[in-house]
């Protein structure tokens, strides 16, 4: 089994910074791409940023130069920065990881159950 665990959201004022952290955990081989996605009700789920095995990393226009992407690939972590937090950054964070697990029955998505960021005065 593979579980994504999230962690760091919360309430943060206009301008405020959070970090949220993502641990991959379980029986691994490999893992691709890792990201976090969000949402808010009524909507999509929708992409903020994503970290190649290598490090390359892309961001939604919305918030580049505000949130960083970052992975530790020995302990199988993605972490997100985000910096001069807005109000439309509200919403669900959901981690996601390409995993392939130990007993290569082949590579999938999985997802962390999400952890709310609420940016507000």
């Known amino acids: 089994q593979v579980h994504l665990a999230e962690s760091g959201g919360g309430v943060v004022q206009p301008g405020g910074s959070l970090r949220l952290s993502c641990q991959a955990s379980g029986n691994i081989f490999s893992i691709g791409f890792m990201g976090w996605y969000r949402q808010t009700p009524g909507k999509e789920r929708d992409v903020v940023a994503t970290i190649s095995s290598i490090g390359r990393e892309n961001y939604a226009t919305s918030v580049k130069g505000r949130f960083t992407i970052s992975r530790d690939n020995a302990n199988n972590t993605v972490s997100l920065q985000m910096n001069s937090l807005k109000p439309e950054d509200t919403a669900i964070y959901y981690c996601?990881?390409?995993?392939?697990?130990?007993?290569?029955?082949?590579?999938?998505?999985?997802w962390g159950q999400g952890t709310q960021v609420t940016v507000s005065s």
């Open positions: 996601n990881a390409w995993i392939q697990p130990s007993d290569l029955t082949g590579a999938s998505d999985y």
